[in-house]
């Protein structure tokens, strides 16, 4: 059954596994509403002084200790922003981490909602906007939305955090001096993501500056099961790049099909790419060039993997092309492929879901240009050991989650 995703108000040490997902909204942080202390005093365009993090976090390259948090729905490094029309992403103006950048007015009280901070433990620090209003001072629509960093340095290297956005309740998108009506709709409606302030470094979520933004409580970039759940890892200041089998590019966003991802290639660049594990991957093109080769990870499987191919008149991956070794490249020829599929991926590595390297795949392509393809899962394990066709939700249902991101949209470094 679909899980809304809640904000998380008593993290405990299940913060970031998949059973906080269902975890109900409860006292855990103190304060008022359990969120912790309230950042500011209702107000409309102001920000909390400036506050300490537990953890010093890289950012693009810019090391912050200390963070605003500001009312209308985001974060900033250096100076609090007052701004409630958001500007498109990269907006040059300071660093913004923004899980929802709009006109938010707490004035209303009670009712008008109210932003939270805390930082329950070491690793970790939690913003919440819960039960927002809009300006100017409307709360006859809310919404309930929250930011958590999470220290990484511990398991990956110094400064490194993971960003994640919680979308419990979006009912609107718009000020009154955005342009909005009196529902909160229309003129120029929130947008949601982060930018380095840079001009070169941003990312933003689908629908941004849209109606559709309020549709992010219904999608999410880690899976099916987990609606109103994005999470982004930020790595050696960086979004990782793709570059290596240690730094791959996690998917864009989660759909009915699998695990989506959107990059550019030059002419034999080889990218790796890791969504969940599974026993058996279908690799589909949607659009950009055709797959060149493919370099698959060692599980410790003597037997190898099955490579198919795609066969036009059954509809199936049923044309066995090789049984190849891990660590070996296999070339499809001349021109590639625009899809295969790797069966037999050994029993006991997919037992770790919560392992994001668990099945890193090489690819190089046959030419240069933006690629937009789709890495699909193909069985799960089910009681007894035996394999199964199994639908995207199976897959999520039986499996959990784990972490995924985005990243801005370049080409990526060869290597």
Do not use: C
Request: glycine residues 12%.
């Amino acid at each position: 059954m679909m899980l809304k995703v809640g904000l998380v108000a008593a993290l405990g040490a299940a913060l970031l596994s998949s059973a906080a997902f269902a975890a109900p909204l409860a006292d855990g942080f103190g304060g008022p509403e359990g969120y912790g202390a309230l950042s500011q005093s209702p107000n409309d365009d102001g920000s909390s002084n400036e506050l300490n993090l537990p953890f010093t976090l890289n950012f693009f390259g810019q090391n912050y200790s200390t963070f605003y948090v500001n009312n209308n729905g985001n974060i900033s490094f250096g100076n609090p922003l007052g701004t409630f029309t958001p500007s498109p992403f990269p907006a040059s103006i300071q660093p913004i981490i923004a899980p929802y950048w709009a006109d938010v007015d707490t004035r209303n009280q009670p009712g008008g909602g109210a932003v939270y901070v805390a930082s329950p433990n070491a690793t970790t620090t939690v913003v919440t906007w819960h039960d927002v209003g809009f300006y100017n001072a409307n709360n006859s629509r809310t919404n309930d939305f929250q930011l958590i960093l999470s220290d990484r340095s511990n398991v990956a290297g110094a400064g490194d955090f993971d960003i994640e956005f919680r979308y419990n309740r979006l009912e609107w998108t718009t000020g009154s001096a955005s342009g909005g009506d009196a529902n909160g709709l229309g003129g120029v409606p929130a947008q949601a993501g982060y930018d380095a302030g840079d001009g070169v470094n941003f990312f933003t979520l689908p629908g941004s500056r849209t109606n559709d933004v309020l549709e992010l409580q219904n999608t999410s970039n880690v899976s099916l099961e987990t609606p109103g759940l994005w999470r982004f890892a930020i790595r050696n200041g960086e979004i990782t790049t793709g570059d290596s089998a240690d730094r791959p590019l996690l998917p864009t966003v989660v759909t009915e099909d699998g695990y989506e991802f959107d990059f550019g290639v030059q002419l034999g660049q080889r990218v790796f790419i890791d969504p969940f594990v599974a026993v058996g991957y279908d690799y589909v093109v949607n659009t950009g060039p055709n797959i060149a080769s493919v370099l698959l990870p060692d599980l410790g499987d003597a037997d190898g993997y099955e490579i198919y191919g795609f066969n036009s008149m059954t509809g199936m991956y049923d044309t066995l092309l090789t049984t190849l070794a891990a660590g070996v490249e296999y070339v499809f020829g001349p021109g590639g492929v625009s899809s295969f599929a790797v069966r037999d991926i050994e029993v006991t590595p997919f037992l770790d879901p919560d392992n994001p390297l668990a099945f890193v795949t090489g690819l190089t392509f046959a030419g240069a240009g933006q690629v937009n393809m789709t890495q699909s899962p193909f069985t799960v394990f089910v009681a007894g050991g035996v394999p199964e066709p199994a639908t995207w939700a199976m897959l999520i249902g039986g499996f959990g989650m784990v972490g995924a991101m985005a990243r801005r949209r370049r080409s990526v470094v060869a290597s």
